[in-house]
């Protein structure tokens, strides 16, 4: 296991948003691998300020679900490595801890120093069996070569899963981003993302400024990308991806709002 972080800039501690969903998720009732740890997620949690994800819950229950299938479907049908990008405090690297394969964790310096903490904390620091955190500003680095550094084998398959990430980024980050997984994204590979849509007709950045407006954390962590259905795929088409499965939020029956978080699977174009 490499855990690798830089030092991370005044005032960048690690991210309250990542920490509310944790906290949120840390009460659904989700299955765990054979070896896997069931209570990863509450123990991970151990000490955060409580918090009310509010409206928001039903969407983050229905996106949980879908993850948590991603990753089951990946491990038996031989998919060693699983890629999460923005990972904040995941639980999936323990929760769903099976041999030979390997969880590898993205996210900025002081969110990824908090939870190497939490991991030593918990008995799941370095050769523990669980994952390899890396720290990267997906603005700026280049996440294939954060990958290459950590350990990450582009000649294997991998689960690459962007879940609640993309939104906070800006239209070029996200091609960006999501051109670095495909080029680590080996024949069998898979991409799993959350999007945030829009129905047709709106003004995308008029849609961002008022869903910002009504969030607490929008000065920090502020929404950036919510698009079409359409416009989102033709990101995907453009950094390499071309699109599998396509679920809307609101039909895994968690009460999500219809037309608001499209969940797709992708799969690297061919060459």
Partial sequence: ??????????????????QVVALTRADFARPHSPGGDPEAQRRLCRGMRPADIGSQRASLAARTRFFDEQVLAAIPAGIPQVVIVGAGYDDRALRF?????????????????????????????????????????????????VLAACGHDARRPSLFICEGLLVYLDQPTCVRLLSSMCERAAPRSRLAASLSVHRDGLDSERVAAVANARRRAAEAEPWLTILPAAAHLDLLRRAGWRAAEQVDAAALGTGADPGRSLLITADPQPA
């Fill in 97 to 145: 801890r099976s041999p030979g394969v390997d969880f590898f964790e993205l996210d900025h310096p002081g969110t990824q120093a908090d939870k190497a903490a939490r991991l030593l904390a918990m008995g799941a620091g370095p050769g523990s069996g669980g994952p390899t955190l890396a720290a990267a500003d997906f603005r700026r680095d280049d996440v294939a070569a």
């Fill in 1 to 18: 296991m490499i855990w690798s972080f830089r030092k991370s800039k005044p005032g960048r501690g690690p991210s309250r948003t990542s």
